[in-house]
């Protein structure tokens, strides 16, 4: 049996825009921005020498080599989500534009949940509420793999 390609050609403009992936992408798009300009704006700060790093920048050579551990006891600089008690600090002001970025994902899927129960999709809202609750976890440093 022979099929008309014809008949399965796509009208190439063709596009199906579901209201969630709009919404979606449109929080992820406003937030990358968000969070790089606040990776610059962290960064100037940071070189320009306005607020005390942690680590003066002359001695960050001397670190490079070192494992996690052995920089975390070295440096005195804290490790997972301690850096937020020290976010005054010059080198550490950049993890908030990384923090914004990662999170982005996280609240992109709160943010499409609502649209996904006005549409009745119950597979769809488990699958955002249950991706929002495995990177929460991630991120919580809970759940650590076998390091």
Not at 29 to 37: D, E, P, Q, R, V
Request: glycine share 10%; proline share 3%.
């Amino acid at each position: 049996m022979e099929i008309d390609n014809e008949e399965l050609e796509i009208e190439p403009d063709y596009k199906i825009k579901l209201e969630e992936q709009e919404l979606y992408a449109s929080i992820l798009a406003k937030g990358m921005y968000i969070g790089l300009l606040v990776l610059f704006i962290t960064f100037i700060v940071y070189v320009s020498g306005a607020v005390d790093p942690c680590l003066p920048m002359g001695t960050l050579s001397q670190y490079w080599s070192m494992n996690v551990a052995d920089y975390l006891q070295a440096s005195g600089c804290p490790g997972g989500w301690g850096w937020i008690m020290m976010v005054g600090r010059g080198d550490l002001l950049n993890f908030i534009g990384i923090a914004i970025l990662a999170g982005l994902t996280i609240v992109c899927y709160i943010a499409i949940v609502p649209v996904l129960i006005k549409k009745k999709d119950k597979i769809y809202v488990v699958i955002a509420l249950l991706e929002v609750l495995v990177l929460c976890l991630a991120a919580s440093g809970l759940i650590s793999g076998g390091h």
